[in-house]
């Protein structure tokens, strides 16, 4: 669907005789919003051909992923904030701490998009995953309370990245 879109995006921009970004965004939002009302005839009808295929539709889960990445926008941000309180506080103590964190997430693609969002927001990073793929190990520059924040790490992140990859 994601080709679709772009192809979409393109006639659009021919359509128009403007190859410009602007016309480029809203050729993929009319491409977007094309896919979503006609979806449905787009899939396949025969019950054989659909068998094994994901269910979820283009538009969810584009929606789901544009909600991921605001996320990790507000996250980033926030950690930024914390660490950089956390290093200009000359009288605060720091307890850095690997924390290991049970996973629910058994595909390659989640637990690797766990693990980068984890390593890209300030002040933690993901260290390794366990051989069984059942717990992730993270360093976090100040632990005050471990099991905080592997809660945080399972309903926030976690859950937002079975959105996506279950």
Do not use: C
Not at 45 to 52: E, R
Not at 134 to 151: E, F, K, N, P, S
């Amino acid at each position: 669907m994601l080709v679709l879109n772009l192809t979409l995006a393109i006639v659009w921009m021919v359509l128009q005789t403007s190859f410009t970004w602007p016309d480029f965004v809203v050729g993929m939002a009319v491409g977007f919003a094309i896919i979503g009302v006609s979806e449905p005839a787009l899939r396949p009808q025969h019950p054989d051909l659909s068998v094994g295929r994901a269910r979820t539709s283009y538009v969810s889960l584009t929606l789901r992923a544009i909600s991921l990445v605001s996320f990790m926008i507000v996250a980033i941000i926030k950690s930024n904030l914390d660490v950089a309180r956390i290093v200009l506080n000359p009288r605060h103590v720091f307890r850095p701490g690997i924390v290991g964190v049970p996973l629910d997430v058994q595909s390659d693609s989640g637990i690797t998009l766990l693990a980068i969002m984890v390593t890209i927001t300030p002040g933690t990073v993901a260290l390794d995953v366990s051989s069984d793929r059942h717990t992730m190990y993270i360093h976090a520059i100040d632990v005050r309370d471990a099991a905080a924040l592997r809660d945080e790490i399972k309903n926030e992140f976690e859950r937002r990245v079975m959105e996506i990859f279950p």
